[in-house]
């Protein structure tokens, strides 16, 4: 579970450049439960996940995670707690290493480090079958650089990498943002099957209405660093897209960024 409880964030507080980026925000996600979370530029979607993850501090309020207070560690001792996807295909992954060498760092995280193989046969197979699941071949190319990959490729296997811990909270950053259609499909499909097999809690950022829609639970729309709309799942699944731009629209000045959430 994750409880968000009366986070305030400012940047550059106190210069001409003072931003209040989240407004005293309360969000609690319940065990398995599927996020998706919509807003206008600068609404602070990405300000929740980094808050979240551990990248920065929030200036009040406090983040807690299976009842844990981790509002004070830092975003690498979150790590055992966290899973990532970001919106690049290239975080996440380390080209110069092969597939089974990437999985081997995931598969360790949060775990008591010590000398012992990276690569075992047990572990292989165990990987091998973890990239069946995603049906792009990977399963045979354990031994290829990660960086002669495509683009969807790489967010499929960044997505499997985050959820090998069993993380407790998953953070999706608008994965699917720079991949073409048919690979954010891909992504899209196969992000809604793995959060589905391993009941992850999943918080996911997105500009695309119809994917909020389409996937997750429930959905919460934001503005100006404050949580405007939060729709069950029954309320979401009744919702369609002019729904949601004519919940926009009552807020003076969103009906500019139309087109950035289409």
Not at 28 to 34: D, P, Q, R, V
Not at 73 to 81: P, Y
Not at 179 to 197: C, H, N, Y
Request: hydrophobic share 40%; net charge positive.
């Amino acid at each position: 579970m994750l409880d968000i409880k009366n986070v305030h964030k400012t940047f550059f507080a106190g210069t001409v450049n003072e931003r209040v980026a989240l407004q005293d925000i309360n969000l609690t996600l319940a065990a398995g439960e599927f996020v998706t979370v919509i807003g206008s530029n600068g609404a602070g979607k990405s300000t929740i996940l980094n808050i979240t993850s551990g990248k920065l501090r929030p200036d009040t309020g406090t983040v807690s995670i299976d009842g844990k207070d981790v509002t004070r560690l830092a975003d690498h001792q979150r790590a055992r707690f966290i899973g990532r996807v970001f919106q690049d295909p290239m975080a996440g992954t380390s080209p110069e290493m092969t597939i089974e060498e990437n999985l081997a760092i995931a598969y360790e995280r949060g775990k008591r480090r010590g000398l012992r193989p990276g690569v075992t046969r047990k572990k292989r197979e165990f990987f091998k079958e973890e990239l069946r699941s995603l049906e792009l071949g990977l399963e045979n190319r354990l031994k290829a650089k990660v960086g002669l990959l495509s683009g969807g490729q790489r967010q499929a296997l960044s997505l499997l990498m985050a959820t090998f811990s069993s993380p407790k909270i998953l953070l999706l950053d608008e994965h699917t943002a720079a991949l073409d259609p048919q690979r954010a499909e891909l992504v899209s499909r196969l992000t809604a099957e793995v959060v589905d097999r391993h009941q992850l809690t999943t918080l996911m950022v997105t500009h695309n209405m119809e994917q909020a829609l389409r996937l997750g639970t429930r959905l919460i729309m934001m503005h100006d660093g404050r949580i405007i709309l939060d729709l069950d799942q029954e309320q979401k699944l009744k919702a369609t897209v002019p729904d949601l731009l004519h919940e926009f629209e009552k807020i003076k000045g969103v009906v500019d960024d139309r087109t950035m959430l289409q």
